[in-house]
């Protein structure tokens, strides 16, 4: 089994800052990259963020240059730092973990970011 554990979610008022990390744990697998995802109420879930192995990141154009994702070296820990905050970033974040051996994405369970005006 794997884990993964969100942490760092809140409330925060517009033009905060807030620093979301994503812990794995449980049996040994091959990740390959790393991702951060939300779920806005009554919206699909969309990708925020990605990191691979070689530390290539993509961005969604709604947080570019206001939110960076990083990761430790073992790549067991993703970070999203986020930055200049704003209403419509209020949802629930999602972490994955992308193995290709087994290939499998892992989800962590979602963390609330609450962002008022």
């Known amino acids: 089994q794997v884990q993964l554990a969100e942490s760092g979610g809140g409330l925060v008022e517009a033009g905060g800052s807030l620093r979301l990390s994503c812990v794995r744990s449980?049996?040994?697998?091959?990740?390959?990259?790393w991702g951060w995802y939300r779920q806005a109420p009554g919206k699909q879930r969309d990708l925020v963020a990605t990191?691979?192995?070689?530390?290539?990141?993509n961005y969604a154009d709604s947080v570019e240059g206001r939110f960076t994702i990083s990761r430790d070296i073992r790549g067991t820990t993703v970070y999203l730092q986020m930055n200049d905050l704003k209403p419509e970033d209020t949802a629930v974040y999602y972490c994955?973990?992308?193995?290709?051996?087994?290939?499998?994405?892992?989800w962590g369970q979602g963390i609330p970011v609450t962002v008022s005006s």
């Open positions: 994955m973990m992308r193995s290709n051996w087994p290939a499998h994405d892992y």
């Open positions: 449980g049996r040994m697998v091959n990740i390959v990259a």
């Open positions: 990191i691979d192995i070689s530390r290539s990141t």
